[in-house]
C-alpha cells in the first residue's frame, strides 16, 4: 500500500544528506558553482540560523523574487526549517501586481534581486517603500506594506535600507545548536511552508497555502514516477518561483538525492550544453521549450544520449513534439504532469512503463494517495457517458486554503473534501 510521509521538508533533507552527503545536490554550469549534498546542507542551516537571529519568527512569510539564482533553493528549505512561509513571487511581475501580493500576503520580509529583463526590481521597490532610504535597518516602518520588516538584497553589493547575503550568514554564529534543533522539534509536517500567487479557479490572484506534506509528498512521488535516484541529473530551465521548479523540480530531486544542474533563466542553447556537459538524464520544460530546442540550428551540434527521463508539462503537449524528443533527444522515459497550484500541484502523471500511447496521449493516472473525478458541476455525480463535465480531486495534495480568503476557499474546497479545479475533461477519457 502507498504511504504517505509524516515529516517535514527539513527532515526529508536530513535524511538525503545522511545517505549521500558526497552526491552532487546543486550545479551551476555557467557559474561553476558545485554543491554536494552535505555542502549544501550547511549553507541551508547557516541561512536558516541567520534568519532566525535576525528575528523571522515561525509563519512568517518570506517573500523572494528573484530568478533561479543558487540561493534561491537554499532558501527553500531555510525557511521551511524555521517554519516560516517561503512566498515565491512571479519575475514577470510589474509594480501593481508586486504592490498587491505584498499588501495582500502580509509578507515580513522580502528577498531581492536588481530585475529581471526590462523590469527594475529595485527602483520598483523604493517607490513603493521610500522610507528604506531614510529609517534605520531593523526598524523600518512602511506605510504602503505596514507588516515589513527586513529586506534582503540576493547580491554582494549594497542598498540603502536592505540587508546582504553576507550579513545574513555571518549572524548565523549568534543562534546556537540548541535553539535551532528547538525551533526543528517546534515544526509539524501540516504547517503551511509554501504560498504561491494563482489566479486559479477564479479571475483574481490568490495566496495558495501549502505544507511540508502536501508539497513534500507530491514531490517525492513525481520523482517517483520518473524512476529517480542518486544517479540521476536533472537539468531545471523552469521558473523555481512556479511549482513546476520547486516542487517538480527541487522537491522531486531531493527526495531522491537526484543532482539539479539549474539555469538561472531558459535558453536553448545554454540547456543543451548544459545536458552534454554534466550528463544530465532528466529535463523538464514546457512544450515551447523542447520546440525551440528542436528547431534550434544548433541542435545536432550536441549530445543527448544521456537523457533518459523528464516532465512536459505547463500547457497541453502536442503528440509529434512529444514523439520527438523521445526519438531525438533519447528521451524515452519523457512523462507528462498535470494539476494545478491548488493540488500542490500535480494530480495525474504518466509512468514510464506506461505504453507510448498513453504517455504521448494522455495525462496519466493520479498520483498515489489521490483522487480524481470528473462530475457534473450542478449536482456533483459523473456526467452521462460523452458529455464533459468539471475533473476534481481528493487527497493530501489538497491545499490548506486561500490566504485570508476564506469565502473563496469554501468555494475551492467542498464539504467532502473535493477541490473543484474549474478545469473541464470528458467522461469518456481515461485518467485513471
Known amino acids: 500500500m502507498d504511504k504517505l510521509r509524516e515529516a517535514t521538508l527539513g527532515q526529508v533533507l536530513d535524511g538525503i544528506i545522511a545517505k549521500y552527503p558526497d552526491t552532487e545536490a546543486v550545479v551551476y554550469v ?66 501593481f501586481e508586486f504592490s498587491y501580493l505584498m499588501e495582500q500576503s502580509e509578507a515580513e520580509n522580502l528577498f531581492i534581486i536588481d530585475g529581471f529583463r526590462d523590469t527594475d526590481y529595485i527602483s520598483i521597490l523604493y517607490d513603493l517603500v521610500p522610507e528604506l532610504k531614510t529609517q534605520q535597518r531593523g526598524y523600518l516602518r512602511s506605510e504602503k506594506f505596514p507588516h515589513l520588516k527586513r529586506v534582503f538584497f540576493l547580491g554582494q553589493e549594497k542598498h540603502r535600507g536592505m540587508y546582504t547575503i553576507p550579513e545574513l550568514f555571518s549572524m548565523s554564529v549568534m543562534v546556537g545548536e540548541g535553539e535551532y534543533t528547538e525551533r526543528q522539534e517546534s515544526l509539524d509536517p501540516h504547517d ?27 514531490g517525492f512521488w513525481i520523482g517517483e514516477r520518473q524512476l529517480f535516484s542518486e544517479k540521476d541529473r536533472v537539468c531545471l530551465p523552469v521558473p523555481l518561483f512556479h511549482c513546476f521548479g520547486c516542487v517538480l523540480g527541487v522537491l522531486a530531486a531531493i527526495s531522491h538525492g537526484t543532482t539539479m544542474v539549474i539555469l538561472e533563466s531558459f535558453d536553448p542553447v545554454l540547456v543543451m550544453s548544459a545536458v552534454e556537459q554534466e550528463r544530465c538524464t532528466a529535463l523538464y520544460g514546457v512544450p515551447t521549450m523542447f520546440i525551440s530546442i528542436l528547431e534550434h540550428k544548433l541542435f545536432d551540434k550536441f549530445d543527448y544520449r544521456s537523457l533518459r527521463t ?16 523521445m526519438d531525438k533527444m533519447y528521451m524515452k522515459d519523457i512523462t507528462i504532469c498535470y494539476g494545478l497550484t491548488e493540488g500542490s500541484p500535480v494530480t495525474n502523471q504518466t509512468s514510464v512503463d506506461d505504453d507510448v500511447h498513453y504517455r504521448v ?56 473534501g473535493w477541490l473543484h479545479t474549474g478545469t473541464l475533461g470528458s467522461s469518456t477519457r481515461k485518467v485513471t
Open 361 to 416: 496521449e494522455t495525462v496519466g493516472r493520479p498520483l498515489p494517495c489521490i483522487e480524481v473525478r470528473v462530475v457534473d458541476p450542478e449536482t456533483s455525480s459523473a456526467p452521462p457517458p460523452g458529455l464533459p463535465g468539471e475533473v476534481v480531486c481528493r487527497g493530501y495534495n489538497v491545499m490548506k486554503g486561500y490566504y485570508n480568503m476564506p469565502e473563496e476557499t469554501e468555494m475551492a474546497i467542498d464539504r467532502d
Open 30 to 95: 555557467d557559474r561553476g558553482y558545485r554543491l554536494t549534498y552535505r555542502e549544501f546542507g550547511n549553507v541551508v542551516d547557516d541561512l536558516a540560523k541567520g534568519l532566525m537571529a535576525m528575528g523571522v519568527k515561525k509563519g512568517e512569510k518570506v517573500a523572494i523574487w528573484s530568478t533561479n539564482i543558487p540561493y534561491w533553493v537554499a532558501l527553500q528549505f531555510a525557511t521551511a526549517k524555521i517554519g516560516a512561509i517561503l512566498l515565491t513571487v512571479n519575475t514577470h511581475y510589474k509594480k
Open 192 to 218: 503551511v511552508i509554501n504560498m504561491q500567487y494563482t489566479s486559479g479557479t477564479t479571475g483574481f490572484p490568490k495566496g495558495v497555502m501549502l505544507t511540508h506534506y502536501n508539497i513534500g509528498n507530491n
Open 310 to 325: 523528464g516532465i512536459m508539462a505547463g500547457s497541453p503537449c502536442p503528440i509529434e513534439v512529444m514523439k520527438q524528443v
